[in-house]
């Protein structure tokens, strides 16, 4: 990530979610801020779909869609129970907290200080209004803790919280991941989390290795390479051994054919599965 400038794979999931609401018929996931905030040129192909064939792209796009609307029911889901805390981990160009008009709830953004300037430069350019109910949380992980970083942002360790954190894992070391989910479910029993993981790589040498590991290398291209990789039964181990008692695991295309799409998926496809774990 370069100085005063969001992260590269931040923008790219951005651009996807944006051009998901002019682009694909019928619609996964509804942003009406998604285009503005990313802005007509962020629209333009990015550096990781050049020379990508159309449909590989879009079943991306499609599955970066799916996983904002995922976790867009469980914070409903939350919310309906009661809860009246909501952290977007990784916060990126995410409007979750834009496009929530309940008062009552309060979320909070972490994020680089990097990102999160430029995110703020974004939204006063494009009139985008901070709601009451939204505080940032920036944090710089060479510097604070998580820990650190939300007590001075006033989460309240006493009550219930979600937690989103999509497209960062993958990013982490194991260690990293441990802590964070360690974290969350030391909020107490009404702590709840989604997030995204990636399954290792297959040992064939087939296309869809060859598309996944040319992804990888391009992301690792711009700086921000995979680290990490589950299965399913390590992801629930890890989950287990933090106190997570409930587990619903999916893999994106699951996750599509549950909101009723239903496009020709890949091997590579499925290797993004989504997580929602709860303490009770």
């Known amino acids: ?37 990313i802005g007509e040129s962020g629209l333009r192909a990015d550096e990781f779909d050049r020379g ?23 914070v409903a889901r939350a919310v309906d129970r009661g809860v009246d805390q909501v952290v977007i981990l990784g916060a990126g160009l995410d409007t ?7 008062s009552r709830v309060r979320y909070f953004e972490v994020d680089h200080p990097d990102t999160q300037g430029w995110k703020r430069r974004r ?7 901070i709601p009451p109910s939204l505080t940032f949380a920036p944090i710089d992980f060479e510097e604070s803790t998580l820990a650190t970083g939300l007590a001075e942002a006033g989460l309240d360790r006493t009550r219930g919280a979600v937690f989103v954190w999509l497209g960062v894992a ?22 709840e989390v989604v997030f995204d993981y990636i399954y290792p790589a297959a040992p064939a040498a087939d296309e869809a290795s060859a598309r996944r590991q040319a992804r990888a290398d391009r992301v690792a291209a711009a700086g921000e ?17 933090c106190g997570f008692e409930q587990v619903r695991d999916r893999s994106a295309a699951e996750v ?25």
């Open 1 to 37: 990530m370069q100085v005063g400038q969001p992260s590269r794979t931040a923008m790219a999931v951005a651009r996807a979610r944006a051009y998901h609401q002019v682009a694909d018929e019928p619609r996964v996931f509804t942003d009406p801020l998604a285009v503005r905030i």
């Open 52 to 74: 990508i064939d159309e449909d590989i792209v879009r079943r991306r796009r499609l599955m970066i869609a799916a996983r904002s609307r995922f976790a867009d029911d469980v």
């Open 96 to 102: 979750t907290a834009y496009r929530d008009t309940r």
């Open 123 to 129: 939204l006063a350019e494009t009139g985008i209004e």
């Open 170 to 191: 993958m990013y982490l070391t194991k260690a990293s991941i441990d802590d964070t989910l360690g974290y969350i479910a030391g909020h107490g029993d009404a702590s």
């Open 225 to 241: 390479p995979w680290l990490s990789f589950f299965t399913a039964d390590e992801i629930r181990h890890t989950l287990s051994t």
């Open 256 to 280: 599509l054919d549950g909101y009723g799409i239903r496009t020709v998926m890949g091997p590579a496809d499925s290797v993004v599965h989504l997580i929602h774990a709860s303490k009770g």
